[in-house]
């Protein structure tokens, strides 16, 4: 059967942008909390605060601009019918929120019903989401590497989710649970099982969009999220025995995709056909090469004890996949997004192309350079914080400020978007 | 309704070797294909001359983008699309949702050539950035689904479709 064109499942413009307008809160909450916890944010990766950092990034940022990225994906580049998203959406949406803050404030506060409660919420809201959109890209009839690539990253989610709801229960009602274990499979199935493949198989989609540069081969386009898939499955087999070893072989294959992937892209990057570059393009190339910058890192603690071993070594590879990988490929994507569904959107209620505001009006250009400049200096700033922690809180302020402005941004083409939708009602 | 949905979808398939359909066949499509490709280098260049204000050079690469762009909406408006609907028996579809976006890059071409006139890079970037996008999605959904549609309907009775469609696109 062939997919067809009428993709008429589009979700209202309230459906994405609830979560992407939400996503930026959670950074700045990231920077205000590195800003009030001061180095000790930082000192291991099991310190409260780093657990609290991280799950502010991962299911605050991160989580929201996913799920509201994929409901407007799914039907539309994957052809899958999404079930009535604008309930999906405003049941799911605050219930992450909820969720998310319940879990930071546990790791903080360290209360047991706190953990409960956020692994209640985050089971019921992700298990509705799953199931709503794993329905939409399991039935759709389109092929192709994104659709295996949301197939595998649905997947993912589910691991990510089963595994941490099970951690945050066994470590507020003290279970008899292998806690590291467990916290190294959630974290493997998390950054590369859900994701990496989620960036993989957006990118393929939107890096030739964007930048006109070729596609990306067929063959690794199929490769790399199988190879995550894989690497998280084996990193999960540790739980058969005494097998960590599994686990570090699982992370590292994982590592290895990425690489082939970010190679890629760079690859492609420089064969791009549009000579014109801008933040988004900056902020995605910064990505990939974090990614770069975090397997040479692996390297040099596998073959240098001294650094491997120091506590701060996992906080580091830490800050560079959340902060330098996702933080900028995500902040870098939502400035075409967003700008492009204001436009299509205002199209849809009437505006003629050329009365509309055009992508560049709606988000000033020197106000996205001006952010994306502060965000690679927060993200900078933050990788040297680990290596002088008084640099803690200037870099917990630079965050703060840098998510702020990315939010106001936002905010900034949403009320384009409502002025000329108001116009037009008023005609 | 199917269009106007289909059209504020926005981000449009996979890359052409990323998504394609089964249905390879003859391809008539083929050169519709490659002028995707053109189209989009006489826009890079138009655009790199505008954003450096070489207007004279910008001028030129434009006016290359919009001849080539206009033949090739004609050629699918004018024979390819007219073809499909009568061989498919589908008239208000998947052409309807094409020649509706026609339109709205028509729209953002407009803008760029008064852009061009005025020698306004900021609008000239603008509206190429959003026609750049809106075209990127639009030849996803053409080379993804339409072609192959085009091509596995009219393989059987195709007539002089191939030649006429050549003949447009080509301005001869």
Redesign the interface.
Known sequence: M?????????PPISVPFRFLLTAPLFGVAAGLLLLWLGPEALASRWAPGALALTHLITTGFMLQAMCGALL??V???A?GNVWRPRLVAGLVHPALIVAALSLVAAFLSMRPPLFVSAAVLFAAALGFYLSVVGIAVLRTS??????LALRIALLGLAATAVLGATLAVGFGLRLELPLIELANIHTVWGLGGWSMVLLTGIS???V???Q?TP??P?RM?FAVPTALFAASALASLQLAGNLRWLGEVGAFLALAAAVGYAITSLWLQRRR????TDSTFHLFRSAMIAILLTFASCVAFEFVPALGEHPRAPVWLGILVLFGVFTLAINGAVY?IVP??N???L??RGV???AAP????MIAESAIRRQARLQLAAVGLLLAAVLVPELTRPAGALLAASFALLEANLIAGVKVYLRVSRAIQAA | MTGVKAAAAGFGNNPPSLLRTKAAMTSITEPLREQHKHCDDLFAAAEEAAQSAHWVECKAQFAEFRSELEAHFSGEETVLFPAFEQASGMSGGPTQVMRMEHTQMRGLVEQMAGAVDTHDAAEFCGAGETLLMLMQQHNMKEENILYPMCDQTLAVASGDVEERLKAVIEKK
């Open positions: 062939q997919p067809t064109l009428s993709f008429e499942q589009a407007q994906l039907p539309v580049a052809g389109a092929q192709g590497a994104t659709v393929y989609l939107l030739p969009m964007f006109l596609a990306y067929l386009a056909r549009r000579k014109l075409k492009f569904l436009w299509l959107h199209q849809r003629t192309a050329g055009n992508m560049k009006q």
